[in-house]
Nanobody, 123 residues
Framework: QVQLVESGGGLVQPGGSLRLSCAAS????????WGWYRQAPGNQRELVAT???????SYAVSVKGRFTISRDNAKNQVHLQMNSLKSEDTAVYYC?????????????????WGQGTQVTVSS
């Protein structure tokens, strides 16, 4: 089991910045990739950014160039630096940890989620 706790959300004006953090505990050595997702009211949860165990990152088109995902292995933390925030970035942001494994001959995943942190971008 892996436990995730997010922090760093809040209210910020358009154009401002926030840094989200995710503290992980438990069997973190099983985790192959880390990610941030978000969910706005009435919308499905969507992928924001991921970082693999090898440090390879990927981003949603809507945040590329504005958001940066990073990982602190020594502290078992994952961060999301969000710059040039827009009103459409308003959502609950969730930290994700994914354990990829073989169930027999079938590739499988086990996802762990934090409780979420609210980000509101408004003037």
């Amino acid at each position: 089991q892996v436990q995730l706790v997010e922090s760093g959300g809040g209210l910020v004006q358009p154009g401002g910045s926030l840094r989200l953090s995710c503290a992980a505990s438990g069997r973190v050595f099983d985790i192959d990739s880390w990610g941030w997702y978000r969910q706005a009211p009435g919308n499905q949860r969507e992928l924001v950014a991921t970082i693999s165990s090898g440090g390879i990152t990927s981003y949603a088109v809507s945040v590329k160039g504005r958001f940066t995902i990073s990982r602190d292995n020594a502290k078992n933390q994952v961060h999301l630096q969000m710059n040039s925030l827009k009103s459409e970035d308003t959502a609950v942001y969730y930290c994700n940890a994914r354990d990829s494994f073989m169930a027999g001959i079938i590739p499988s995943v086990r996802d762990y989620w934090g409780q979420g942190t609210q980000v509101t971008v408004s003037s």
